[in-house]
């Protein structure tokens, strides 16, 4: 997408609320000369921010809209969508965690030590494997089946929506822990938040339903 001009974003707001216009009514309109507007058309019409049909006139390009849309969604910030982690100490049994997991309706849970800071993850997976052993849920720590940094993939609350959604696709999960630096030596990250594959639809569905 190309920066547009202050002229150029006028002219588009213009012809998204009239179009069809012609040349000749938009220059009207910005009490222009033809001859003056003509390159700011021609840099809008190349980039296809609106399109220009003989005898009718410019108009909007419904495309672009929706991928301007969605650009506006991807670029929001975790930090504004983030939820509430669903935390559970390192020395939680496995079945303790599966029974959390089951009353909060989530897929994820993070293990955390005293400080908060994020010490391991626990899948939905992880927690079926474990169930599936010989081993005494309610005496097996799920420090023993979590992943653990620098294993796990993490998000702050400054990226963008559309970073979260990449990181979780390219990975193969379902949702990502919000974190910020502790302890650059120790490489400790604070759990401040979750973000999810819901939350990114959520996200969506509210900013089209503002619009």
Same mark, same amino acid.
């Given at each position: 997408m190309i920066k547009l001009s202050k002229r150029q974003d006028? %002219? @588009?707001?213009? &012809?998204?609320? !009239? *179009?069809? /216009?012609?040349?000749?009514e938009i220059a009207e309109k910005l009490s222009l000369s033809r001859a003056a507007l003509r390159p700011d058309l021609a840099i809008l019409t190349m980039s296809g921010s609106i399109d220009a049909r003989p005898r009718v006139g410019y108009f909007y390009n419904?495309?672009?809209?929706g991928k301007r849309q969605a650009e506006r969604i991807l670029h929001q910030t975790v930090n504004n969508y983030k939820a509430l982690p669903i935390v559970v100490g390192k020395s939680t $049994?496995?079945?303790?965690?599966?029974?959390?997991?089951?009353?909060?309706? &989530? *897929?994820?849970?993070?293990? &955390?030590?005293?400080? *908060? !800071?994020l010490a391991g993850?626990?899948?939905?997976k992880d927690l079926l494997r474990a169930s599936l052993g010989?081993? !005494?849920?309610?005496? @097996?720590? &799920? $420090?023993? %089946?979590?992943?653990?940094?620098? !294993? %796990? /993939?993490?998000?702050?609350?400054?990226e963008t929506l559309y970073e979260a959604a990449k990181k979780m696709i390219q990975n193969h999960i379902d949702s990502l822990p919000v974190v910020r630096r502790a302890d650059e030596q120790n490489n400790t990250y604070l759990l401040v938040g979750?973000?999810?594959?819901?939350?990114?639809t959520h996200a969506y569905l509210e900013m089209n339903e503002e619009k």
């Open positions: 006028e %002219i @588009l707001e213009i &012809v998204k609320q !009239n *179009g069809p /216009i012609t040349g000749k419904e495309k672009l809209k $049994s496995v079945y303790d965690a599966i029974v959390q997991l089951f009353l909060e309706d &989530v *897929g994820t849970l993070y293990a &955390v030590d005293q400080a *908060g !800071n993850v626990i899948s939905r010989n081993q !005494n849920l309610s005496e @097996l720590p &799920v $420090s023993v %089946i979590m992943t653990r940094m620098p !294993n %796990i /993939i993490t998000i702050s609350p400054e979750r973000i999810t594959k819901t939350t990114i």
